[in-house]
């Protein structure tokens, strides 16, 4: 499985950015997929997971509410829609993909293919 992350960019607190997550080569029917952010000096962390059948994705304390996942299983994609953005979400965004097992993972090793990356930089 090969991930390809795009959207990221430079906004301004409050703004608004939608990042996405393609998904391409022997994907899995019951998969999930995360989005997972590294920001500077700091380790990286868990954001959000949404599964192939879209029901209940499980967020991260500190996005619940301007964050928003979906998925569209026809293009192998998911979207994070990130508004209200605060300082504090600058960082290096990065999409996880994974078989499902019934229970959503908040740890890195739940998920077995990784993409690239890409910069979300929020300005106060």
């Known amino acids: 499985v090969q991930l390809q992350a795009s959207g990221g960019g430079l906004v301004q607190a409050g703004g608004s950015l939608r990042l996405s997550c393609a998904a391409s080569?022997?994907?899995?029917?019951?998969?999930?997929m995360a989005w997972f952010r590294q920001a500077p000096g700091k380790e990286r962390e868990f954001v959000v997971a949404i599964n192939w059948s879209g029901i209940s994705p499980r967020y991260a304390d500190s996005v619940k509410g301007r964050f928003t996942i979906s998925r569209d299983n026809a293009k192998n994609t998911v979207y994070l829609q990130m508004n209200s953005m605060k300082p504090e979400d600058t960082a290096i965004y990065y999409c996880?993909?994974?078989?499902?097992?019934?229970?959503?993972?908040?740890?890195?090793?739940?998920?077995?293919?990784w993409g690239q990356g890409t910069l979300v930089t929020v300005s106060s």
């Open positions: 080569g022997r994907t899995f029917m019951m998969y999930a």
């Open positions: 996880a993909y994974g078989v499902y097992t019934g229970v959503y993972s908040v740890y890195e090793k739940g998920y077995n293919y």
